[in-house]
């Protein structure tokens, strides 16, 4: 059963990323479409896979990490950062594959990978 599921690492301070707000789009031709919005929980991760099961579907889709608001929260409300809204754009072309995309971040970068 294919299913995808995304974790949330704060690197500038060496904790889970709790309280991200995360969008996940699917994207056909110029349409999106709102699969599931969500927030990280106290590991990062989100309570539930972002998609499993039937509803798991082989296409081009974007994640939407609102780091801005996370890290503004840390900073106590003082300035914005420079990081606001992470944008990631991949393809699932696995129908059964498990597809996790972990995000480490700072207030200055990101990386990321297909994690397992």
């Known amino acids: 059963m294919g299913r995808l599921s995304t974790h949330v690492l704060d690197t ?8 991200v707000r995360v969008r996940l789009e699917r994207l056909e031709d110029e349409a999106r479409t709102l699969v599931v919005e969500t927030e990280t929980n106290h ?11 039937d509803k798991f579907r082989t296409g081009t889709y974007e994640l939407t990490f609102d780091v ?19 944008p990631l754009r991949f393809t699932i072309s696995e129908p059964d594959g ?3 995309v972990p995000l480490l971040v700072s207030p200055w970068s990101y990386s990321t990978y297909r994690g397992s």
């Open 12 to 19: 500038a301070n060496g904790v889970p990323a709790q309280g």
């Open 43 to 53: 590991d990062g991760r989100t309570d539930q896979p972002l998609m499993i099961g």
């Open 68 to 86: 801005g608001a996370y890290f503004l929260s840390k900073a106590g409300g003082v300035g914005p950062g420079f990081l606001d809204l992470v």
């Open 98 to 100: 498990h597809y996790h």
